[in-house]
């Protein structure tokens, strides 16, 4: 799951929020993140019942899929990590990098299975994983999308998760499991767009109290995947990953 409206506005929190930020006027932020919290009201959240033709959700080309999965994370982050692009039969490797992150342009069926927007074949989601997210919470993702593009129904994908949480073969978000998302190229969702530079960190369920998440003034926030048993952290930042201000 990433950030977006219905994270916000529906199982997290509500209203403006602070952030702690270098450089930034205390108004400008105030204006930031009331952005936030109505940009997506803005706009109908069409729902999409139905898995579109495969090719509705492919890049145009491999090398715009690279430089769109790159841009999820500062050029210091991205350049030097692995890159993974949709093929055929699932994720594969088109570059190899050596600080163990790994971006990838997640597709809408990254979604809970109960989102509106799970086959929405617009949605491109940039985010770089760190080595132990990548080791755990992106395996699942590239699991599912093996699932997908062997035609399995989303009723059977989650019949397959459910058997494999019951099992015990379900990764648990590593130690230290986290992820960028700060390109501003992204579609999330036809109600948000790109929504907002922010990073993720991912927690097998957790309190949401344990990190100050979603009271007044904190620039965390929180969501509970309850199904897979995960927390997600999200803490927006001011700047997009090519170092511009995503100040509104």
């Not at 929180?222 to 995503?246: E, H, K, L, N, Y």
Request: proline share 5%; aromatic share 10%.
């Amino acid at each position: 799951m990433w950030a977006n409206q219905q994270t916000l506005t529906g199982m997290g929190p509500r209203g403006h929020r602070g952030v702690r930020a270098t450089g930034l006027g205390t108004c400008a932020l105030a204006l930031w993140f009331a952005a936030i919290g109505t940009a997506g009201a803005l706009k109908a959240n069409t729902s999409y019942p139905n898995m579109a033709p495969l090719a509705q959700y492919r890049v145009a080309s491999r090398s715009a899929e690279i430089a769109l999965a790159r841009s999820a994370a500062p050029a210091s982050i991205a350049d030097h990590a692995d890159v993974m692009v949709l093929g055929e039969r699932g994720y594969e490797t088109a570059f190899k990098g050596n600080n163990g992150f790994v971006c990838v342009v997640e597709r809408a069926w990254a979604n809970v299975f109960d989102d509106g927007q799970f086959w929405n074949p617009k949605v491109r989601a940039p985010i770089c994983f760190n080595k132990a997210a990548a080791d755990s919470v992106l395996a699942h993702y590239l699991q599912r999308t093996g699932w997908v593009l062997a035609g399995v129904s989303k009723s059977a994908m989650l019949v397959r998760t459910k058997a494999a949480m019951a099992n015990s073969s379900w990764l648990r978000p590593a130690p230290g499991a986290m992820c960028y998302m700060m390109s501003k190229q992204g579609y999330l969702s036809d109600a948000d767009g790109h929504w907002h530079p922010h990073l993720m960190f991912f927690l097998p369920r957790a309190d949401a109290a344990t990190w100050g998440a979603d009271l007044k003034d904190s620039p965390v926030f929180s969501a509970q995947d309850d199904m897979q048993g995960i927390t997600t952290f999200m803490v927006p930042v001011p700047t997009w990953s090519d170092g511009t201000s995503a100040v509104m």
